[in-house]
């Protein structure tokens, strides 16, 4: 697929179908992940597959845990600040209001979508090591755009979401993943469930004007 086509497809999915991705696919993707650039090729990076009834069980678990209540306790939360510059709460101001008007019919949707982890039937658990300094947690963010890029471009549509991380305990457990490594993000991966009416493909968030991210300096 041209480049072009693929960086306009990257949209998240909402809801995907009960049709399974091949494993084969799956190992391809991540593969060609590993392309990505890292700081002195230190590749801090680990990806984690979850399907089949492994994930039937996290799933399970996870929505129990969303329904009682229980607080999470995200691997990165000592990284995580709710201190932010005036510009990008502006922004995330901006994608509240719009966010608001996208679900005024369908958050309810949206939140039974969410306990269900999207009803995604593959997803990628991204960790690096607990003794990480701050350039792995970019570097997993580079990672991370690769997978989805191949994942859209080999077909597959894509749902990176916080959520998925919630409960890393209950990760590590279902995706075999040492006490060594902190769990960053998830993606979540497969096809979209065109019926459903949490996918509406006519909302995309604005994004902010050209002029106020970009300086030339000559």
């Known amino acids: 697929m041209d480049f072009e086509q693929v960086y306009k497809k990257e ?6 179908t009960n049709r399974k991705v091949n494993e084969k696919l799956l190992e391809k993707v991540i593969k060609q992940a590993q392309h990505s650039p890292s700081l002195l090729n230190s590749q801090p ?7 089949g009834d492994s994930l039937n069980k996290l799933r399970k678990e996870q929505r129990e845990k969303i329904e009682a209540g229980v607080d999470p306790e995200e691997d990165f939360a000592s990284m995580l600040s709710l201190d932010w510059d005036t510009f990008p709460s502006q922004n995330m101001a901006t994608m509240g209001a719009s966010q608001t008007y996208f679900f005024r019919n369908k958050l309810k949707l949206f939140t039974e979508s969410n ?6 039937p593959a ?5 690096i090591p607990k003794i990480s300094p701050a350039w792995s947690v970019f570097d997993l963010g580079i ?7 191949i994942a859209i471009n080999n077909g597959l549509s894509v ?3 916080h959520s998925l991380v919630s409960y890393p305990e209950l990760v590590r457990k279902h995706a075999g993943i040492p006490d060594t490594e902190m769990v960053g993000m998830a993606i979540g991966l497969g096809y979209p469930d065109r019926s459903a009416e ?3 493909p ?7 004007a050209f002029e106020k991210i970009f300086k030339l300096s000559k």
Do not use: G
């Not at 990076?45 to 399907?51: F, I, K, S």
């Open 45 to 51: 990076w680990r990806a984690y597959v979850v399907t």
């Open 143 to 149: 990672f991370a755009q690769s997978i989805m890029l």
């Open 202 to 208: 006519k909302f995309f968030p604005n994004r902010v």
């Open 159 to 161: 749902m990176p979401a």
């Open 115 to 120: 306990k269900e982890m999207f009803n995604a």
């Open 11 to 16: 949209r998240v999915t909402r809801k995907f």
């Open 198 to 200: 949490v996918n509406d």
């Open 123 to 127: 997803i990628v658990f991204l960790t």
